[in-house]
């Protein structure tokens, strides 16, 4: 299995940046796609973007389409979600997520679909 260690949260104004980190250990990182899920308190958790095993592919959910991007190194088996034009609805503990990628292409859009989670990160976006 795989290890995930999420980085970079934090507290940021509307309309600042962050990029998160997610580190992982274990099997062959480039077996894996990644996706990061957000979850509000109170509310379910949510697919926020997601890369394929080669990066080759991403998907986003519409409501970060043109503010987040993702990326990964698969020779630092890490994974980036960089987070621009933040808002206070952005509000989340963002998880890093992975699953096993039979298919290079592949993103995957759903919660479910992911097998391993990290711990979380908190941000937060004041007002």
């Known amino acids: 299995q795989v290890q995930l260690v999420e980085s970079g949260g934090g507290l940021v104004q509307t309309g600042g940046s ?38 080759s592919n991403t998907g986003y959910a519409d409501s970060v389409k043109g503010r987040f991007a993702i990326s990964r190194e698969n020779a630092k088996n890490t994974v980036y979600l960089q987070m621009n034009t933040l808002k206070p609805e952005d509000t989340a503990v963002y998880y890093c997520a992975a699953t096993f990628g039979f298919t290079l292409s592949v993103v995957h859009t759903t919660p479910g679909e992911y097998d391993y989670w990290g711990q979380g990160t908190q941000v937060t976006v004041s007002s």
């Open 18 to 55: 962050l990029r998160l980190c997610c580190a992982a250990s274990g099997r062959t990182f480039n077996n894996y796609a990644v996706g990061w899920v957000r979850q509000a308190p109170g509310k379910a958790r949510e697919f926020v973007i997601g890369i394929s095993r080669t990066g």
